[in-house]
Each structure stands twice: as structure tokens, then as C-alpha cells.
């Protein structure tokens, strides 16, 4: 059973501004977000940045972490201090080119800018914007 944004499903979190982000992706998800695009991943109630590395992650019919060139999950990293995700296959040692490489490289950096921003109350969303726009 799917559970709804309204429900207290966040509220064992610890942090609040997490707790917030993933209540308003929800809702935003059931508007026509993308799962794709949140900053914050549902299953592992954190922020993307933090578990964007999971096997869970890999999508290949979306090319969401995968490398078709040799049919792999590509691995991720995700550099906090300097603010950099790098995706590469670990067999044929390229990023894979594609939208979804793209994706994941845009949403992790807004997703740690999202969680080091001083919570205001408000969506994170301007913040996923305005880092999708200063790449």
C-alpha cells in the first residue's frame, strides 16, 4: 500500500527539513513530478545525494544509472566538500552520455544544496532550479 504525503510516515526523522522535502516531493510526485527529479528518495528516506550509490537506483530501461554500451550499472560518487558527482562505467571506465547520467548529476548537486540550505518552511524545488541553471 502506497502511503499518502499527508500520512505521518516522515515524522521518526530526525531532520526536519528532510522530513519536509520528502512530504512535499510526494505530493509533488502525485502532481506529475518525476520521480527522476526529487532531490529526496522516498524508499530510503534520505536525502539523493546520500543514496544515490544503492543498487535500487539502477533503472536500465531509463538509462538511470546504467551504461548501455556495456549492459552495467554505472557506478556513482558524490564528493561532498567540493560539490561533485561523478558517474562512470566500471568496465568500460566512460560516463555514460546520456539524459539520465545528466539527471542524476543535476539532482544529487540541488539535493546537497537542498540540505545544507537553512530550512525556511518552504519547497527545495528554487534551489533544484537555480543549481540546474548555474551547471
Not at 542524476?104 to 545544507?116: D, F, G, N, W
Not at 537553512?118 to 528554487?126: C, I, L, V
Request: one cysteine or more; hydrophobic letters at 40%.
Amino acid at each position: 500500500m502506497r502511503h499518502s504525503p499527508e500520512s505521518d510516515r516522515y515524522t521518526d526523522l530526525a531532520d526536519r527539513r528532510l522530513a519536509a522535502v520528502l512530504r512535499q516531493e510526494d505530493l509533488a510526485e502525485l502532481a506529475g513530478l518525476s520521480p527522476f527529479e526529487r532531490l529526496t528518495c522516498r524508499v530510503h528516506r534520505r536525502w539523493l545525494y546520500e543514496c544515490i550509490a544503492s543498487p535500487l537506483h539502477v533503472v536500465p530501461v531509463a538509462g538511470y544509472r546504467w551504461c548501455e554500451d556495456c549492459a552495467t550499472s554505472a557506478t556513482v560518487t558524490v564528493d561532498q566538500l567540493l560539490h561533485v558527482v561523478s558517474v562512470w562505467c566500471p568496465q568500460c571506465g566512460q560516463t555514460p552520455s546520456s539524459f539520465a547520467t545528466d539527471q542524476i548529476v543535476r539532482t544529487c548537486r540541488a539535493s546537497m544544496a537542498a540540505a545544507h540550505q537553512p530550512h525556511t518552511g518552504r519547497f527545495a524545488r528554487p534551489v533544484a532550479l537555480a543549481v540546474a541553471q548555474s551547471a
